[in-house]
């Protein structure tokens, strides 16, 4: 029986996109630490000569702004190309959930400010564990989960929901499924380096703007994260794997 990583982060609904979106790869252990590791490592060493530095899509600008035009356009092209490369030609899976943050709370009561302030966040998470170990399940595998630390208080809100899930279920799993194939949730910083977590930065932006229908970036991964959506077995990534709802 394998195990796996599920690597998380989220983009907030902001002044260019209207979708609150959560989403990230998924990885068998030892292939995350034997091929995907070392693979992004080379990389780095590659593009930037060393491999200290975190990769973070809306901080590439500053990341590269030692270098002159022309240098920091090939640079740029090269990040996203290794990601790409990462993504396409590692046996990783894909996942992103959008969430219209307005028709949300157009369409449902809201309920007490407290659990407001974190809705998108535990409506995403469940969506998101109920595909993952749907996976797991039908692979015979458990997994844990690494998402991004934003504070103590709102990692500590999230594993509330993440313990909830596991000990409740979802619409579509049992508890007893949820509980067996679902391990521990950690909440690695940025600055420790986590690989998972930065291909996972990289999901984000072009889910957003597939879900608001918008045209995709240059150097976009759209196509390649699409490819890589968890299927369910059954060719259909637009549910387990890309998922939109309201």
Partial sequence: MANYFLFLDELKANDIYTNFC?????????????????????????????TGKVLHENELYDLLSKYKDNKKIQKEKAIYDAIRDIIINCDVYTMCVGITKDSLNSHYPSGSTEYNK???????????????????DENNSYGCVFYESRNIQADYELQKQYELIKEHGTLYLSPEIMGKRL???????????NTGLQIADFILNPMARKFDNMEQRENSLHNAIITKAYDGGISENMRYGIKKIL
Avoid at 24 to 43: C, D, L, S, W
Avoid at 118 to 136: P, S, T
Avoid at 183 to 193: G, H, T, V, Y
């Fill in 22 to 50: 959560m989403g990230g790869i998924f990885v068998e252990e030892q292939h995350y630490r034997k091929t995907v590791v070392p693979k992004m490592n080379a990389h780095k060493n590659s593009i930037l000569g060393n």
């Fill in 118 to 136: 974190y809705r998108l966040y535990n409506v995403a998470l469940q969506i998101i564990m109920e595909n993952y170990v749907h996976f797991l």
């Fill in 183 to 193: 391990m521990s949730i950690s909440f690695p910083l940025k600055i420790d380096n």
